[in-house]
């Protein structure tokens, strides 16, 4: 994941849940595979959007 320095684990956590619930079938295995985490924790991430854990991801920018 590009944005993986700029994530907490928390939201990264979350967006693997997400996105594996977004492909339906075999989700947790692919995101598991194509992230690098674990099974466990991509289902602990759909665990957390099911109980509606939110995420904000807004890029921080310096104002000079």
């Known amino acids: 994941m590009t944005n993986a320095p700029h994530v907490n684990e928390v939201q990264w956590r979350v967006v ?3 996105t594996s619930e977004m492909l339906g079938r075999g989700g947790k295995s692919a995101v598991a595979v194509a992230s ?3 099974r466990n924790t991509v289902i602990k991430g759909e665990a957390e959007v099911a109980a509606g854990i939110l995420i904000c991801l807004v ?3 310096s104002v000079a």
Request: glycine share 22%.
């Open 59 to 61: 890029a921080s920018s």
């Open 16 to 18: 693997a849940g997400a």
């Open 36 to 38: 690098g985490m674990s």
